[in-house]
């Protein structure tokens, strides 16, 4: 349960009583969403007047997620080694499946939106967001708000509604949130800067760059990366951005430092149609690109994402960064404090980030320069770092034997005399949220000494140099800065978790995806001594560096190439040996081909196929190497001759000894069963099938002891699928399953549908809808459906069967004996 849970009910309850009385739909029953108001904000800021009638406003519908209970137990085991489903990540079409709201779900927010006077400005591919705009007389109208324009104390002017906005009804569960309402949270960026000639002289010097800034071989020397192999090759970063660059900053940095032209992709959302440069003179896109590069000079490309700086904007942005799902690691360096922000954007932002961990993307966000006051007064956090599914970069004043000299000590970042930012100074952002629990990872770490919160998210995760006073050398407008703060800290851990990629990559490995459950199961073993630099003395402002967790520097920074090999571990291989010889080999007859299955062998890496057409007489060379599943298809044979096969495995260790033989006989009216344990006899376990929890399960089978039931409770979608090539010389394909459909609905209107398809086993694209059956379909007994699939011939694909449930009168729809025949 969230911290403001009680407060958001309350408020709630309070903007029903005021819609009530509002004139809005006064026929109509409304449901209030509560979190849209920015109190903050409207706490210091006196009512100017209405925003005029005609003036735009653009806002992002925000739709909920479903099966959220499955979803939160998913990305565990995706993080989890011990689990079968470890590493085992989901493309964006699956993700949009099994968790996004439904197409039907998304047509309603359509057409309620274009109903009450809004233009759709994008529909978005997980439809998670719908992206309108409206006049704001037909905004206020929709939402049963006054929209009135504000003079904040600061002398920010923004809108903001009098009032929590409500929906008809009919939109609940349709429409969770409407951001974009206000526009008083401005997100900045995380970093300072100084001229090199005003930090020449400072005596704490630690990078051979221009003005005494470190370059990027004095950040790999202070951090222990100095010779390891791995660059960031094959691996592509992300950036999240509310500005832009200049290019012929970025070729300079290269230029000077050697390093390699990494292509720079710029992706514009929320409106954007083009760069903008660095219209806000801020340096951070600059910094965050020459950072990365600096780290990762083997990337094979960095995307840069830039949007608005709005509530629809930024999420417009991460939201482009999930559904391309280009970039497995990502770093953001704009936030704003947590208290700041209406409810509504935070769980917006929670949906998208839980998507990211999902699909394996890493999420790096700078915790704030302002220590622990991120508002500059009280006590506080920032967004997005304090989020549960992204990782919190704090910043420390890094200490080494000289300049580009290697790693002494490092300490919580923290100056109270600068006051460019805050009256209480600058340092490390950390601290707990007054929104979020406490996540599971975190549990343990807390100590009394740390002053962190037992309920709570504490912030933040790990830390790196930002103090400006020991910076980063930066091209930026032309010439060299100094900069600092976390901004620079959060690129350089997401350059690193690339290198820790192409290590795992190497090694076959899946990406380290969201990083907090490996760094903290790695911090509860004696590797942490190792694989962290911990800083135990000085505090961010207020809340102490301990040993171990803290809320200064977090579980502190990385020690390169000791937490590079324990995150990405390189198999040893002493004294290798040969793999076991493939046992359960089978060969089953098609027309001039057969078709060879086995039990994969641990350890192999390919396997080799020996064939003869002479019991006992198989050639001593095989006729096809490198077979890397446990199955292939034998084309081009003769019909009528038998042929004989043995089988080996291959590894680093060698060839494995010959499996026992097996002989099958090709003929024109000979096919072949290709999918694995059709009948689900194989138990719960499932393999070779996919399928969401529980939908494999004993009784009421069409024949033997299991089956698959697919939903039976409503608004969970279940799936099930199994992959098959389809040989290219098959004459024909024939797919057939038996189907029973019970239902407690209607007979007459369909509601509830199962629907089958094919997909690309590579990409997850639906390459056909082979049909579908509803509620109206029901049957108290099996019958056998059939579809060709011989159009699909030559490819892999992947047979996918997956419901949609409306919200009441569940229906189950029972399959079993499974059938790909082909000839």
Partial sequence: MKIRAFARQIAGAIAALCVISHPADAAQARITLAG?????????????????????????????????????????????????????????????????PTPEQYQNAISFAR??????????????????????????????????????SNGHAFYAPDREPSLPASMQGVIANIVGLDNSTVWRPHNSLVTPANIAQNPNQIGTGPGAGMTPNDIRAAYGLTGVTPTGAGQTLGLFQLDGYSPTDITSYQTKYGLPNIPIQNVYVGGLTGPTGDVGGTGEATLDIELQMALAPGASKIVVYQAPNTGAGILACYNQIANDDLATSVSTSWGTPEGNIPYNVLDSEN???????????????????????????????????????????????????????????EKPWANAADKSR????????????????????????????????????????????????????????????????????????????????????????????????????????????????????????????VTKYDLATGLGSFNGINLLSDLAPLPVVTNPTPPKSPTGVTAAAGSTQIFLSWSAVSGATSYNIYRGTKAGAEATTAVKTGVTSPSIADTGLTNGTTYYYKVTAVSGGGESAQSAEVSAKPSSTAFVQILGDPGFESGSSSTPWVASSGVISPNAAYSGAWKAAICGTVNVSDYLYQQATIPATAISAKLSFALKITTTDSLTVRHDYVYIQVRDAATGAVLGNLGYFSNMSASSSYSTKSYSLTAYKGKSIQIWLYDSQDATLPTTFYVDNFALNVQ
């Fill in 351 to 409: 949906a998208i980030f839980q998507q990211m961990a999902a699909q394996g993307q890493t999420m790096f966000a700078a915790s704030g320069d302002n220590g622990a006051y991120d508002d500059g007064a009280t006590l506080s956090v920032d967004d997005p770092a304090a989020q549960p599914y992204v990782t919190g970069v704090g910043g420390t004043t890094l200490a080494t034997t000289k300049a580009g000299g290697t790693w002494v000590s």
């Fill in 36 to 100: 849209h108001l920015p109190v903050a904000a409207l706490a210091n800021a006196q009512a100017v007047d209405q925003v005029p009638d005609s003036d735009p406003i653009p806002l992002a519908l925000t739709l909920p997620l479903r099966n959220t209970a499955e979803l939160t137990d998913l990305i565990n085991r995706l993080q989890d080694p011990s689990d079968p489903l470890y590493g085992k990540y989901l493309k964006p079409s699956e993700f949009t499946q099994r968790f996004s």
């Fill in 115 to 152: 109903a009450n006077g809004f233009t759709i400005t994008k529909q978005h591919a997980n439809r998670l967001l719908l992206d309108v705009s409206a006049p704001a007389k037909a905004t206020e109208n929709a939402f049963a708000v006054r929209l009135n324009r504000y003079l904040g």
């Fill in 422 to 545: 805050s009256r209480l100074g600058s340092g490390s952002g950390g601290g707990f949220s007054s929104y979020w629990p406490l996540p599971s990872y975190q549990s343990g770490f807390i100590s009394v000494a740390s002053q962190g919160s037992l309920i709570s998210r504490n912030v933040p995760d790990v830390a790196l140099a930002g103090d400006t006073s020991t910076g980063y050398s930066i091209f930026f407008k032309g010439g060299w800065y100094i900069f600092g703060g976390t901004s620079c800290a959060a690129p350089v851990w997401s350059a690193f978790a690339a290198l820790v990629n192409e290590q795992r990559a190497t090694a076959g490995l899946s990406p380290l995806g969201f990083a907090n459950p490996a760094l903290y199961n790695l911090a509860k073993t004696a590797s942490y001594a190792t694989d962290f630099h911990d800083s135990t003395t000085g505090t961010n402002l207020f809340y102490p560096a």
